[in-house]
């Protein structure tokens, strides 16, 4: 059984431009949150999709977006790249509120 | 909104010493969770403690939530080289948003 999976691992990005990150969460699981992390610093919490729809966000601007697809997979899409923006993001998946599983995470570099 | 602090940020420990971390929140929490993240690698979910005064054993891991429901600890007895990285908190407030501490990074002098 795969775990959560997130792609690319690692992203090379330019101030201005967009990014796609994509996530496919844990078998069985119907909820995927992401998360940006900073380094030295806890995960914070970027929105949470369940049943295709945004279902929570943190305080993150609409430069974040997401979609979660009928198969639950999810991407984060993020627009007009600040410097500020370079994280590792993870994915993380659950069953409605139960333990979550992270994703390995895809590192962002915006130069 | 709701803000979780970790402490102490750093604790370093001699091998075979006991240890705890401790988790505030400013609001009251619906449930908390601990993480534990190898350097490198990616959180972990160690436990979940849903009930006022809740205490969990994981081994030499005991997990504790406050009966006001905004406070946690976890305490590793007799600690080992194995135990090094970085242990997250995470509240879960009622409308399902789950906010991490900074953690408590781990390091162990063998």
């Known amino acids: 059984d795969a775990g959560v999976t997130q792609s690319p691992t690692h992203l090379i990005k330019t101030r201005g431009q967009q990014v796609t990150l994509r996530c496919s969460p844990k078998?069985?699981?119907?909820?995927v949150s992401w998360y940006q992390q900073a380094l030295g610093q806890g995960p914070q919490f970027i929105f949470q999709y369940y049943e295709e729809e945004e279902r929570q966000r943190g305080n993150f601007p609409d430069r974040f977006s997401g979609h979660q697809f009928p198969n639950y997979s999810s991407e984060l899409n993020v627009n007009a790249l600040l410097l500020g923006d370079s994280a590792l993001y993870l994915c993380?998946?659950?069953?409605?509120?139960?333990?979550?599983?992270f994703g390995p995470g895809t590192r962002l570099t915006v130069t | 909104g709701q803000q979780v602090m970790q402490i102490p940020q750093y604790q370093h420990v001699q091998e075979g010493e006991d240890f705890t971390t401790y988790c505030n929140s400013s609001?009251?929490?619906?449930?908390i969770q601990w993480y534990k993240q190898r350097p490198g690698g990616h959180p972990v979910f160690l436990i979940q403690l849903v009930k006022s005064g809740e205490v969990k054993k994981q081994k030499r891991l005991t997990f504790q939530f406050g009966e006001a429901k905004k406070n946690s600890s976890l305490h590793i007895t007799a600690t080992q080289t194995t135990d090094v990285g970085t242990y997250f908190c995470?509240?879960?407030?009622?409308?399902?948003?789950?906010?991490f501490g900074a953690g408590t990074t781990v390091t162990v002098r063998a």
């Open positions: 078998s069985g699981h119907d909820t």
């Open positions: 609001t009251t929490l619906s449930n």
């Open positions: 995470a509240g879960r407030s009622n409308d399902y948003k789950l906010s």
């Open positions: 993380a998946s659950s069953w409605m509120s139960y333990e979550q599983y």
